[in-house]
């Protein structure tokens, strides 16, 4: 091959008897690993570990009960209508007077999914809510086996009444 002016030949340097043993090289691979084997591991035993999130980290939603229990979620819509992903769909319904303890008649969402798959973990719905009833929390998504899973319902983003999840520390990201 023709070399031009601007070419440089590189030789390799001739290794010495020591490092033809491979014995430093081993040593000082030995060494690193050791001094990892005391430092603060980077990873959990995730789920029985978690890890401490940020207060505006976003993750899986909950819809909130007021403190008779009830959902505070009227089923406005104006979540949903603030998605940029569509992920938020909902059937209203209406509580009639005295049930519940309600002294008016109430609307309610008898249906309320969220598309997990869908959804890009904005904050838009829980900054978009009247009745502080959606709030994205630190929990994490589960894993499911199907894209049909991911479409969470009732069951899964309603609080349970005796389990309830603090969101007092939840840091909105985005001041409307
Ligand atoms: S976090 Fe954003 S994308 Fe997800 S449901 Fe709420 S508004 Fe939609
Ligand atoms: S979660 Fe809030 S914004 Fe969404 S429908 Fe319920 S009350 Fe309206």
Do not use: W
């Not at 899973?149 to 909105?172: A, C, Y």
Request: aromatic fraction near 10%; glycine fraction near 6%; include cysteine.
């Amino acid at each position: 091959m023709q070399l031009t002016n601007r070419s440089k030949v590189v030789t390799k340097p001739e290794m010495t008897f020591v490092e033809k043993l491979y014995l430093p090289a081993i040593f000082s691979g030995l060494g690193i690993t050791i001094k990892h084997l005391f430092k603060k591991k980077a990873t959990l035993k995730y789920p029985e570990q978690t890890r401490q999130f940020a207060p505006v980290y976003r993750g899986m939603h909950v819809l909130k009960r007021d403190e008779q229990g009830r959902e505070n979620c009227t089923a406005c819509g104006l979540c949903a209508v603030s998605c940029p992903a569509e992920a938020i769909t909902m059937d209203a319904a209406e509580r009639k007077k005295g049930e519940e303890g309600l002294y008016r008649e109430e609307k309610y969402a008898a249906r309320y999914e969220i598309n997990m798959l869908r959804c890009i973990y904005c904050g838009l719905c829980e900054e978009a809510c009247p009745k502080d009833a959606i709030y994205l929390t630190d929990r994490i998504v589960p894993s499911e086996y199907s894209r049909g899973e991911f479409v969470f319902g009732k069951d899964v983003l309603v609080e349970k009444v005796d389990q309830r999840i603090d969101v007092s520390k939840r840091k909105k990201t985005y001041t409307i």
